[in-house]
DNA sequence: GTAGGGTTAG
């Protein structure tokens, strides 16, 4: 009795420490425990599983598993969840589906949490059927749907473009006496910003001003990001500027939202500024920070410095993605380095990114700007993958060198397609076809330029 | 032991 009581006392002081991150005197602890003849449990293991999960990554967390295995404890559905819910976290969702699938071959029992995060692990794959599923085995079963059941619900709803359905669930849901909490206003207020549903947003902030809760930094992140988004600048400016004299802390990703949008608006000295705040700050930058000063960078033509960064992510143990390698190719192309920007978009296929696309469109751009048209048209042709970002650079870059016929032609590919294409880019094809004498030809544009917006809007 | 916000191109 004695012993377990004290075993108790262990796990209290292992879990002080794993919620501040400090794995090794946890592990100092665990050792000195088994010294004075207390042995690690079962929740001891579920504790260090979730710090090694959250501070260090799963495979850390995988190997906490291990050890439990050879000490002779048996794995719980708590050790399970903790890492279902991390692989999900991480996108390795055929991980969370093996998860599953041993915790029931080894006769664990799932309960309520586990069935949300298989839940939560099938919107991210984009399969909202049979989410949906899992949430109707939920109600019609005898688990207790928690808060958190109905937020990833809405939130899966949201992200897999029924946005709709996420707010009448939610309606239905509070005259069912569903209390929303702060992150089912955020959540709702994302999705229906970016599904540009901005009225609606704006009913539920104020709802949520109603509802005696206190926005946090998240939903003035969110609210941000979403004027950003429709181009409403200033007033994201504002919002960031309010955040700060109301005293929020700034973290990385509203120091990123802002830097963006900064550098994308050119107001590079005020991003610099915001930057070295970020800098100064005890914030570990982690490789969504580190792109966003990279794309600062290349566009203040700093490449050295951008190169210098490539070390730092190295060296902080970070893999660069898809976003990282992008930027640096966009950076070669601004700075009139095409062979370069070439190399590496090779270089980005060969490490096996599945999308390239965003780093083609900037090479095509770049191949225009430095006079190499004939080249950007061939690379044009053998992309497999276009959109309409593809298709408008074309279609300017072969106005401006009077090749009008042939922008023509690619304009009406792109519609068919039932992608849109700039107002200004369909202008300049139109009057170049009339200054050079193809009125005809104007006219027939017009004509099926009118046609494919009743066709797709 | 779950759920929410941030990064790229015309």
Known sequence: MVCRFSTKLLNICIASLCKVGQLEKAEAVVIDGIRLGLLPDVVTYNTLLSAYSRFVGIDAAYSVIHRMKEAGISPDVITYNSLIAAATKRCLLSRSLDLFEEMLRTGIRPDVWSYNS????????????????????????NLLPSSSTFNIMINGLCNNGYTGYALSLYRYLQRQGFVPELVTYNI????????????????????????????????????????????????????????????????????CAVIAALTKTGRLEEANDIMEQMARSDI????????????????????????????????????CD??????L???????????????HLKNMTKMGFDSTLVAQNCVIDGLCKVGQLDHAIKMFASMEVKDSFTYSSMVHNLCKARRYRHASRLLLACLRGGMKILRANQRSVIDGLCYSGYTSEARRLKSKIRLARILHY
């Open 118 to 141: 298989l839940m939560h692990c099938f919107f991210k794959l984009g399969k909202p059927d049979e989410a949906n599923r899992v949430f109707q085995d939920i109600i019609l079963t």
């Open 188 to 255: 709702l207020i994302n999705g229906l910003c970016k599904s540009r549903k901005l009225n609606a947003a704006r009913r539920i902030l104020r709802e949520l001003g109603e509802s005696g809760n206190v926005p946090d930094a998240i939903t003035y992140t969110t609210v941000m990001k979403c004027c950003f988004r429709s181009r409403q600048f200033e007033q994201g400016f504002e919002i960031f500027s309010e955040m700060k004299s109301k005293g929020y802390a700034f973290d990385a990703f509203s120091y």
């Open 284 to 319: 570990d930058l982690d490789i969504v920070s580190y792109n966003t000063v990279m794309n600062l960078y290349c566009r203040n033509g700093k490449l050295e410095a951008t190169y210098k960064l490539l070390d730092e992510i190295e060296e902080h143990g970070l893999e």
């Open 322 to 327: 898809e976003y990282t390698h992008t930027i």
């Open 329 to 343: 190719i966009d950076g070669l192309c601004k700075a009139g380095n095409v062979e370069g920007a070439l190399r």
